[in-house]
């Protein structure tokens, strides 16, 4: 059974240098690629893991969209 981390890094893989994600700064369009992508969210597990979150507890994210 493949889970959505392992099609996460699997994507993060293949696609390197590729824009994963885009956003608007400043009336500017910036790009993210997906190894950059990957990046930031191995240091949010990392994180994480540093404050003691273990596998099987529940965290909620809140953002603006």
């Not at 996460?8 to 910036?30: C, D, H, I, M, P």
């Amino acid at each position: 059974m493949t889970t959505i981390n392992q099609l996460f890094q699997e994507s993060v893989a293949k696609q390197g240098a590729r824009t994963a994600l885009r956003y608007k700064e400043n009336k500017v369009f910036k790009n993210i690629s997906y190894a950059e992508f990957g990046k930031r969210v191995h240091e949010v597990a990392s994180g994480l893991t540093a404050l003691g979150i273990v596998k099987g507890d529940r965290v909620a994210l809140l953002s603006e969209n």
